[in-house]
């Protein structure tokens, strides 16, 4: 025989003992309770679980119409069955409008085992299609919560308290500190303020070890989930401090489940779900925990490990900083007796090919210098935007100058370098980063299209000043366009090209730093060409 929870609405215990003859006739073990008032029914409804409701239509001080309001009070889906001797067409209909499921006289019981068990069947799946619209909706949100850019401790914070109380009474999240040598609870959702803050504080004396064989210390050990149905009927408790053990007890712990936090190095932490009441946690509530720890677990694993990154490249800026910092000292050294040594080269007429030499040793120098240059750059950048010298010059001077500065790179290459300048182009900029952020252009095409004409153009669109480098070089694949503005971007492998990749991120921010800024586009036929924008003064704007 299936055992059966019933509450029994009826004033009349002979009407009582009719109907769970007739359940156990139908194969049902009823266990029953009678209650004839709304005061009885409600704290029948709030103590305990029941499978049916059975109720008689009218009562001296109670109606089955009231009845169903009291169950409809507590948004539990419980079948409710009206079995009355007096009941006509008319009061049936109106008690089926009210929310019963099905109704009975009393002097025709026969089919009543076999509705209580088609209800029972209809109850359960709606109870499952509920259920699952439930953890849809919570799960959801979860992820919304997750992945909000706010602290990690306050997602954490949100996220316990999703579960609560539709789920379970409270929701625990843990994570395993080593240095700790536990579980250090990070996240607490319990409606009661006094006794969320009597955990908090126990936790923080006595947090749970790793040295239990079963709730969370076991979770963690093993990574395998936990349902506690009964924690009553657990033979010990879930940790060795009493105080804590106390606390459980003052919380009326009753049922949990215990999920892991998976990292990719293990676990994580863990997160629980608990009941207090007489309500016990199931198998769909440890889904529903094992789902919501693993969206958790992601988001933790994934701020590890971009923790890590953040640790690694602050690592490598001060490294590259440190390293710039050393070398630029003794590249100046190099530079000035290399200078001096090319000017009594030429003053005392050396031979031509050991002048050519020390030309070209002191071109790699000033190569050398320029990259150590931007790797401070990069440095300082990181931090802070650039800082500015802003003086009146040409632009077309300046690019000029630049293009001048590079002839005998170019010649070096076999390029033919160009230049169409339109002078006049006034403006406050700072000298210096207008210069390097030219400079970086033309090198750029030298390097990417060597044997081929690069083209520099100079010219007013507006009320900006705009540099157009040209060349015929590999080009640029499409989603390229802007990565390889990043700092250290490449659109081709180092081991191809030299250089860093910082060229054209600093050109970027020295252009942005004066309002103005740096594109690249793919040109027809093959090729790349880069534009330098920036804001001319308000009188050559007219």
């Known amino acids: 025989m299936r055992p059966l929870r019933v509450l029994v609405v009826e ?83 109106d008690a089926m409008r009210a929310g019963a499921r099905d109704y009975f006289a009393k002097d025709r019981l026969v089919r009543l085992g076999a509705a209580v068990e088609r209800e029972l069947a209809e109850a359960r799946a709606r109870r499952e299609r509920a259920r699952s619209e439930l953890d849809r909706t919570l799960l959801a949100l979860a992820s919304e919560v997750l992945t909000e850019p706010e602290d990690l401790d306050e997602r954490l914070r949100r996220l316990v308290w999703l ?41 923080q004396r006595s947090p749970l070890t790793v040295d239990m064989d079963f709730g969370p210390a076991r979770v963690l050990s093993t990574g395998e989930s936990e349902l506690v149905e009964d924690a009553l009927a657990r033979p010990r408790p879930v940790t060795h401090a009493s105080e804590y053990v106390q606390v459980l007890r003052e919380l009326g712990f009753r049922s949990a489940v215990h999920a892991p936090l998976r990292g990719r190095s293990g676990v994580l932490g863990v997160l629980s779900l608990a009941m207090d009441g007489p309500r016990r946690l199931g198998p769909e509530d440890l889904s529903f925990a094992e789902e919501l720890a693993r969206r958790a677990g ?43 040594l090319l000017h ?45 010298s802003p003086e009146r010059f040409d632009l077309a001077e300046a690019v000029r100058a630049v293009v001048e500065r590079y002839a005998a790179e170019a010649e070096g290459v076999g390029c033919e370098l160009r230049v169409s300048a339109r002078p006049g182009l006034w403006g406050r900029w700072d000298r210096a980063r207008v210069e390097q ?43 390229q366009l802007e990565r390889i503005f990043e700092r250290f971007g490449r659109a081709v492998s180092s081991r191809s090209y030299g250089g860093l990749g910082l060229g054209l991120y600093l050109a970027r921010r020295a252009a942005e730093a004066h309002g103005g800024r740096a594109w690249a586009q793919t040109r027809e036929g093959g090729g790349a060409r880069f534009t330098l924008e920036l804001p001319l003064e308000k009188e050559e704007r007219a």
């Open 11 to 93: 004033d009349n215990p002979d009407d009582e003992a009719l109907v769970l003859l007739e359940l156990r006739r139908g194969g049902f073990r009823p266990e029953a309770l009678r209650v004839q008032t709304a005061e009885a029914m409600r704290e029948a409804l709030a103590g305990g679980a029941f499978d049916v409701i059975l109720s008689d239509f009218s009562m001296p001080a109670f109606t089955a119409l009231e009845a169903l309001k009291v169950l409809q009070e507590t948004g539990r889906d419980i079948p409710f069955i009206v079995v009355s001797g007096s009941i006509g067409e008319y009061e049936a209909v």
């Open 163 to 203: 579960p609560v109380p539709r789920v379970a009474d409270w929701c625990t999240l843990r994570l395993y500190e080593k240095g700790l040598g536990g579980l250090r609870l990070v996240a607490l959702a319990h409606p009661e303020p006094a006794r969320a803050a009597r955990m908090w504080e126990v936790d």
């Open 298 to 340: 992601l988001v933790l694993e994934n701020t590890r490990l971009f923790r890590e990154v953040q640790d690694a490249v602050r690592l490598r800026d001060e490294f590259l900083t440190v390293a710039a910092h050393e070398l630029r000292t003794p590249l100046t050294t190099l530079r000035l007796q290399l200078g001096s």
């Open 344 to 388: 009594h080269a030429n003053e005392d007429q050396l031979a031509p090919e050991l002048v050519t030499r020390v030309e070209r040793s002191m071109r790699q120098v000033l190569r050398l210098g320029t990259l150590v240059e931007s790797l401070l750059d990069v440095s300082r950048l990181t931090s802070a935007e650039p800082s500015l």
């Open 437 to 479: 952020a030219v400079a970086a252009l033309v090198s750029n095409a030298l390097k990417f299209g060597p044997g081929r004409p690069v083209e520099v153009e100079v010219t007013r669109e507006g009320p900006v000043g705009r540099v157009q480098v040209l060349d015929r070089g590999i080009g640029i694949p499409e989603e």
